[in-house]
C-alpha cells in the first residue's frame, strides 16, 4: 500500500469519528479510459456523461462521478511524480472535465457546496506546485477549499523510500495538518451544508 492512500485512509478513519460515511475509490484498481479531447474538437461534445463512458463499456469513471457528485467531502491523494501528480490523478483530471464543462460551456453547475481536501507525499520538492494545481482544477469544478486543506510530507533526498512511511508517521508537521485539513474540511462541509441556496 503506499504512503499517500495509507495517510488517505487515516483521514478517512478520523472521519469515521465524527459519524461521517467514508468510501475509499483506488483510482489504479478501476478500467479508466484516457480523455479522447472531444472538448478540443467541439465543447458541445464534451457532455456529461462523458462521452467515453457511453462509448466503453467497461469504462468505470461513472463510479469516480458518482461518488464525486454524491459526496460532501473529497480528499485526494497523491504521490509527487517529477514535480507533478500522478498520471492516474492526471487521467482523473482530464475526465472530470465534462462536470467542468456542464458549468462554463453548458450553464448547469454539477458541483455546489462541496470541500476537498489534498493529501500529497513525496520525496522531492513539488509538493505547492502540485497542490496549487489540484486546488487550481478543483475551484473550476466549484469545490471549496478549508482553511487547511493540505497534508503533506516531502523525504530526503537519499531516494531511500524502505523508511519513509516511519518518518511519516513521526513527522509532527505531517500528522498535525492531517487532523487539521480533516477537521477543517468537515468544518466547512457542514457550514456549506446548513447555509441557505
Known amino acids: 500500500m503506499s504512503k499517500s492512500e495509507r495517510l488517505l485512509i487515516s483521514a ?18 478501476l478500467k479508466i479510459y484516457e480523455c479522447e479531447g472531444n472538448y478540443s474538437e467541439n465543447p458541445d461534445y464534451c457532455t456529461y456523461p462523458c462521452q467515453s463512458t457511453m462509448k466503453y ?40 472535465n465534462c462536470i467542468e464543462n456542464q458549468s462554463s460551456w453548458f450553464g448547469k453547475r454539477m458541483i455546489s457546496k462541496k470541500v476537498v481536501g489534498l493529501i500529497i507525499i513525496g520525496h ?3 509538493m505547492q506546485h502540485v497542490a496549487g494545481n489540484l486546488l487550481n482544477f478543483f475551484a473550476w469544478l466549484g469545490f471549496h477549499s ?31 495538518d492531517l487532523v487539521d485539513m480533516v477537521h477543517s474540511s468537515l468544518r466547512l462541509a457542514c457550514s456549506l451544508k446548513n447555509s441557505p441556496d
Not at 14 to 22: D, L, S, V, Y
Not at 78 to 83: G, K, L, V, Y
Not at 148 to 166: L, M, P, Q, R, Y
Open 57 to 96: 463499456e467497461d469504462d468505470q469513471m461513472e463510479i469516480v462521478y458518482n461518488a464525486v457528485l454524491d459526496c460532501d467531502v473529497l480528499f485526494l491523494a497523491t504521490p509527487i511524480r517529477w514535480n507533478n501528480h500522478s498520471a492516474l490523478v492526471q487521467k482523473f483530471v482530464e475526465r472530470m
Open 124 to 126: 522531492v520538492d513539488g
Open 12 to 29: 478517512l478513519d478520523r472521519c469515521k469519528t465524527f459519524g461521517c460515511e467514508t468510501t475509499l475509490i483506488r483510482l489504479k484498481d
Open 146 to 176: 478549508p482553511e487547511v486543506s493540505i497534508a503533506s510530507w516531502v523525504g530526503e533526498n537519499d531516494e531511500d523510500t524502505t523508511k519513509d512511511w516511519n518518518l511519516i508517521q513521526k513527522n509532527p508537521y505531517t500528522q498535525e
